[in-house]
């Protein structure tokens, strides 16, 4: 997911002219997870919202700088590492009550469309995968900054994403609308080429 | 009232106690015999209210929890129809609760330990299956009190061990056989039968949903197992004479069967370090 809304943000400096070589190739790119973070926020029955994050996440990019449309981005989440600093509720949270990470381990997205919307912005249009249900999703992309990383030496580049999920079409029913329906997420990526 | 049936307390214990009550009220007018086949499906309409019809084919052990006890009240509403009973009855029990739990289970079986937990549960459901005949003109009291307690052993373990679901579902079987209870406290007026050997085939299940799926400490419901012994007991505990003799000789042989599902919970409980679902 995080990957797409990369090469989304790719597609939109492309556009600008911010990295713009002719004739360039297809390039593959990899999550950096010590800088990636997948984050998301759920209302707590009306009291105040939480927040949580996965902490393993992978995935890659196959980039096409020609022809962005045909770039093609998967991620993989694991759902047993979600996050929210509680052991007791991240206990409930793995449970067949929310994510079953016992019978789904995984969560995955595949990017399907990217549009542009500004010099920096586009919109990641995909298939989220959750519980065993697929379904697309969109998310609102803003590319940061490319370039060799004075820390890695590694060409890299980061993108931030937002976007909202419906738990319920996913079959994740306990406790809604009690515990929110609508599950907002915070996405904050590097890649690095690979 | 949509409000108060969103309430968990609500739909794990009023709710389904009604349901029982009323389900097996209407098999008592229909069909006397089928009387305690009212467990099962109070179960599965609490199921289907709180949770929702699981799809077919289902997707996950939830899901198919719900259709193979939907499958073990056909049966046992067709054997007892049928007058199947003995060890025929008991096999045809067995076959169902072992085929159940090795589709529930078998996405799970991804370590010895998950393994041995499929064995013990498979060695539960035939004692489950064999231990009591289904003669369904035996007294219901026993095997009734056996299965309330086995799911609120369940219950009880789940909700501390944090899976609300399976916690809720489990509680509202002990809410339906409770209803079952009721209709037989202080006169038993019905038989058990494969219909109430499928209930407490349900029970059976829905320990093999936490035991497998989740991170509870599932080990301590082997403590629990005792209360299938409390027609056993029933035969060691004085028999009163008179209306009111008799209810508390079917009160006390209850008591007996659900203390070591209490023993199970407080297990359960002293290995989280006394946290229940605190968040």
Redo the contacts between chains.
């Keep these: 997911m995080k990957k797409t809304l990369f090469a989304a943000a790719l597609f939109a400096a492309t556009a600008v002219g911010a990295v713009a070589p002719a004739f360039a190739a297809p390039v593959n790119y990899k999550i950096d997870p010590a800088h990636t973070a997948v984050a998301f926020i759920v209302n707590h029955v009306g009291f105040s919202n939480v927040i949580g994050r996965f902490n393993t996440v992978g995935g890659d990019v196959t980039f096409d700088k020609d022809a962005v449309e045909k770039s093609v981005v998967t991620v993989t989440i694991d759902t047993t590492s979600v996050d929210t600093n ?1 052991a ?2 991240d ?2 949270l ?4 929310f994510f ?1 990470a ?3 381990p995984k969560m995955t997205f595949k990017s399907t469309k990217i549009e542009k919307t500004g010099d920096k912005t586009g919109k990641l249009f995909g298939d989220l995968t959750l ?3 697929t379904k697309p999703v969109v998310l609102d992309v803003t590319f940061n900054k490319d370039g060799v990383s004075p820390a890695s030496k590694l060409e890299t580049a980061g993108f931030s994403a937002r976007g909202t999920v419906k738990r319920t079409e996913f ?1 994740m ?3 809604a609308p ?1 515990i929110g329906d609508d599950i907002q997420l915070l996405i904050e990526v590097e890649a690095v080429k690979s | 009232m949509s409000e108060l049936l969103q309430d968990p307390f609500v739909q794990s214990s009023v709710l389904p106690l009604l349901v029982g009550v009323i389900l097996v009220g209407i098999l008592h007018l229909l069909r006397r015999s089928l009387a305690a086949a009212g467990i099962a499906a109070g179960f599965l309409v609490v199921f289907a209210l709180v949770i929702g019809l699981p799809a077919l084919p289902p997707p996950s052990s939830m899901g198919k929890l719900f259709w193979a006890s939907a499958a073990g009240l056909l049966l046992g509403v067709a054997a007892d129809v049928v007058g199947v009973r003995g060890r025929v009855a008991s096999a045809v029990l067995a076959v169902w609760l072992a085929a159940s739990l090795l589709w529930i289970a078998l996405p799970a079986l991804d370590s010895a330990a998950a393994v041995v937990t499929l064995i013990i549960l498979l060695g539960t459901a035939v004692w489950v299956a064999f231990a009591r005949g289904s003669d369904e003109s035996a007294s219901p009291m026993a095997p009734a009190s056996s299965l309330l307690a086995l799911a609120l052993a369940v219950g009880g373990t789940a909700l501390i061990g944090s899976s609300a679901s399976i916690a809720q579902m489990a509680l509202a079987l002990a809410a339906s056989a409770g209803g079952f209870l009721l209709w037989n406290w202080p006169v038993e007026r019905h038989g058990w039968g494969l219909s109430g050997q499928a209930a407490t085939g349900i029970a059976v299940l829905l320990a093999a949903v936490l035991a497998l799926f989740t991170q509870t400490q599932a080990a301590v419901l082997l403590l629990a197992l005792p209360a299938l012994l409390a027609g056993c007991a029933r035969r060691f505990l004085p028999q009163g004479n008179g209306r009111i003799g008799r209810a508390l000789s079917a009160a006390a042989v209850t008591v007996v069967a659900v203390l070591p599902a209490l023993v199970a919970i407080g297990a359960a409980f002293a290995l989280t370090g006394g946290e229940a679902s605190p968040y």
Excluded: M, Q, T, W
């Design positions: 509680h007791k509720r206990e409930h793995r449970s067949p009550d079953n016992k019978e789904f519980l065993g249900v079959g029913k306990y406790g009690a």
